[in-house]
């Protein structure tokens, strides 16, 4: 037979389906270069659309009508791509040269500063539209992270989520613990064998195996606590510096003395752990209140909230932890008409206090805490003023963390850090700068 | 010629210009000229080597436990003593056409720690929960089971086809020279199939090493990067991390090393001259 002839037939074969695979990636061209084609169009009417998920998105649509009220001939199409499905989406129109993508975008702090540096054209400079009008309207540090070059304003802030530390008011006083006194968290190591003795319920959940991206929320808030983050503001790697290793080594301990319940599945286990009251703390930004009445709407009044105890004593217990924004495509041709619907949602108080009464969305923009729902007791929190606790966290100063373009494989090395401390032991610090060390490798830049 | 458009629009093109791109990195937004770094960085990334191990475990363990069983289901479905054959062989097929997502995550629930129902029927017989997902070791058992189901079936059936037209002359004649069950497979039935064992190994390589759907779905390459492969880091890379660049270059080293693979296969299994 044609020996050869099929030989090479079949090599070819598998050579092809190798570079098959070799296409998946294909398609992001050049980019930019179409990003910036978009122009402002007529400000009086037009076809918006617009990209969010889930809640935020339905608060989103809830809004149109009175926006309908003011601007009859600006339609608007809110669109629930979910989280994250989203952020694929959006990378892959941008690459595409913009086409596709939607005239509006809801967009996390985690992925803002990776779709500014990798498509610079790919999000309409909203200063150009008169966003600059607005830069003392949001809470501290959010105008950093939305014009870190002060020139360019990329998108508007939404949401400013603050640490939070929802706890089981009725499991703490089973326990015999005062859970308003906790001022550290050495204090909460503590408190949680108590707690374990008393109840056997374990203090907190952390999803060990990293079954999700965000598996470590909780080591990154233990480090903004401290002012510190992944990155400084020159870019410069902080992985492995004093302040990583004592939030890293704080976790290390709760998990050694049993306190820790493994949240492996993500999402899904962190619900049925709150069904199931696994744990005494959740320790979750301002917007998890909403997910916890929600969950378990039965347990009113069993629940407390607060802001975090300090990593060390006398240290801050406010930071805010993360923010959303809406931004406008570049490559959209009626970004006046798109702005029209940004500014309306954003910075009119009304329509931040509706989707914070819907949802429990925290806005950034400040004028809205006047409302008085956030200043009213809540049942659920045993008539506490839960806005008032996240209130004074926003007015608190905070430091500006640099999330940088390098920011998911930043969380990528510090998941696989937080599984190898966790699940095989690993020494906190060793772990850390090897983690620090491989984000250099990748990323091209200097570990301090 | 439409086909051949087709085949250059949607294939030759993405081929070519992702190898392009493999030379470039995006600096600033704007693609730079970097020659071979992509390709250098990817020798000194223990991630790519992780990747390429896990990868080359599930390539050198489940792919031939898979094909013995499937070429074990070849012969039993082939077998004259078994009973409504067709309902087996459909049965074993079946898995093959469910969605690789679809199952994937099918997989997901019925592997969970803690409310899953694997675990749960385990826990019937006195057996303690097992962290299918969760644990190193376990989730790259767990993804070897799952690649199992999908594939065997389909294996099974390319060798039985290929079983079938083996002539029963030969095994008139391997009786006759009174050659017993083991001698007449080996002598009679394994050289008859070699054609199809060598189209199913080749088959399974690529798969293998292509693989992403199930690890992803099952696993996000996790936990520790215990079943990370190389498309998922591939993945992760272009569409998480935005380095297409980088990416294209894994790409290019994965098409070579199925390209070496591939003929290594050929000159081991293939006829010979």
């Known amino acids: 037979m044609n020996v050869s002839r099929r030989k090479v037939l079949g090599i070819g074969g598998a050579l092809a389906a190798g570079a098959g695979l070799a296409g998946l990636t294909a398609c992001s061209g050049t980019g930019s270069a179409g990003a910036g084609s978009g122009s402002a169009g007529d400000g009086r009417k037009g076809d918006i659309s617009v990209w969010s998920w889930a809640g935020p998105a339905a608060e989103l649509r809830a809004l149109v009508p009175d926006f309908n009220k003011r601007y009859p001939d600006i339609k608007i199409n809110v669109q629930d791509i979910g989280n994250p499905a989203i952020w694929n989406k959006i990378t892959t129109a941008m690459a595409a040269g913009g086409a596709g993508l939607a005239d509006v975008l809801h967009i996390g702090v985690d992925y803002l500063p990776g779709y500014v540096e990798k498509f610079p054209d790919g999000l309409a400079d909203l200063g150009k539209l008169g966003a600059t009008d607005y830069k003392d309207s949001f809470a501290q540090g959010l105008w950093q992270t939305v014009a870190p070059k002060g020139d360019r304003v990329s998108a508007l802030p939404w949401e400013a989520n603050s640490a939070g530390f929802y706890y089981r008011a009725d499991i703490f006083e089973e326990s015999g613990v005062d859970a308003a006194a906790l001022e550290t968290w050495d204090d909460t190591l503590e408190a949680g064998k108590k707690i374990k003795q008393k109840t056997g319920k374990y203090l907190l959940g952390i999803d060990k195996p990293a079954s999700q991206a965000d598996a470590a929320n909780f080591f990154q808030m233990l480090l903004q606590l401290q002012g510190a983050f992944y990155f400084n503001l020159d870019g410069d790697i902080t992985l492995a510096s004093p302040a990583a290793v004592k939030a890293m080594t704080i976790i290390k301990e709760l998990n050694d003395a049993g306190l820790v319940s493994d949240l492996a599945g993500g999402w899904n286990a962190l619900i049925s752990s709150i069904k199931k009251g696994t744990a005494a703390v959740l320790p979750w930004p301002t917007w998890f209140g909403g997910i916890i009445e929600e969950t378990v709407p039965g347990e009113a009044g069993k629940w407390g909230v607060r802001l975090p105890p300090a990593v060390s004593r006398g240290g801050t217990q406010a930071t805010t932890v993360n923010s959303t924004h809406l931004a406008i495509a570049g490559s959209s041709k009626q970004q006046a008409a798109a702005w029209k619907f940004v500014e309306f949602v954003l910075t009119r108080p009304e329509s931040q206090v509706r989707i914070y009464k819907g949802k429990g969305i925290a806005p950034a923009l400040m004028t809205a805490y006047d409302d008085l729902v956030f200043h009213t007791p809540s049942e659920f929190f045993r008539g506490q003023k839960k806005g008032e606790v996240f209130l004074e966290a926003l007015k608190a100063p905070s430091p500006a963390f640099n999330y940088s373009p390098d920011y998911a494989r930043a969380l990528k090395v510090v998941a696989d850090a937080q599984t190898k401390v966790l699940l095989k032991g690993a020494d906190p610090a060793s772990a850390l700068q090897k983690a620090a060390e491989q984000l250099a490798e990748q990323t091209g830049r200097k570990v301090l | ?273």
């Open chain 2, 1 to 273: 010629m439409p086909a051949v458009l087709l085949f250059a629009a949607f294939k030759l093109y993405p081929i070519g210009w992702s190898f392009v791109l493999s030379l470039h990195r995006r600096v600033g937004g704007v693609d730079t000229f970097v020659g071979a770094d992509n390709y250098r960085r990817l020798l000194h990334d223990p991630l790519f080597w992780t990747a390429l191990e896990n990868t080359c475990v599930i390539l050198v363990i489940q792919v031939p436990l898979m094909l013995a069983l499937a070429t074990g289901l070849a012969l039993a479905f082939n077998s004259a003593t078994l009973r409504a054959r067709s309902v087996f062989r459909l049965g074993f097929f079946l898995p093959m056409v469910t969605g690789l997502v679809a199952y994937g995550v099918i997989f997901s629930v019925l592997l969970n720690e803690k409310s899953g129902l694997v675990n749960w029927l385990l826990g019937l017989v006195g057996i303690g929960e097992v962290p299918w997902l969760t644990d190193p070791l376990w989730a790259k058992i767990s993804l070897g089971l799952v690649l199992t189901w999908h594939y065997t079936g389909y294996n099974a059936v390319i060798l039985l086809a290929r079983l079938q037209t083996i002539p029963s002359e030969l095994y008139d004649a391997a009786a006759v020279d009174g050659a017993g069950a083991w001698g007449t497979f080996r002598h009679v039935t394994l050289p008859g199939l070699r054609p199809a064992i060598l189209l199913t190994t080749v088959l399974s390589t690529i798969g293998t090493l292509q693989i992403f759907d199930e690890p992803y779905i099952l696993t996000q390459g996790g936990p520790d990067n215990a079943t990370l492969t190389i498309g998922v880091y591939l993945y992760q890379n272009a569409f998480m991390y935005f380095d297409f660049g980088y990416a294209s270059a894994i790409a290019y080293a994965l098409a070579v090393v199925i390209g070496v693979l591939g003929l290594i296969q050929f000159r081991v299994l293939g006829d010979r001259p």
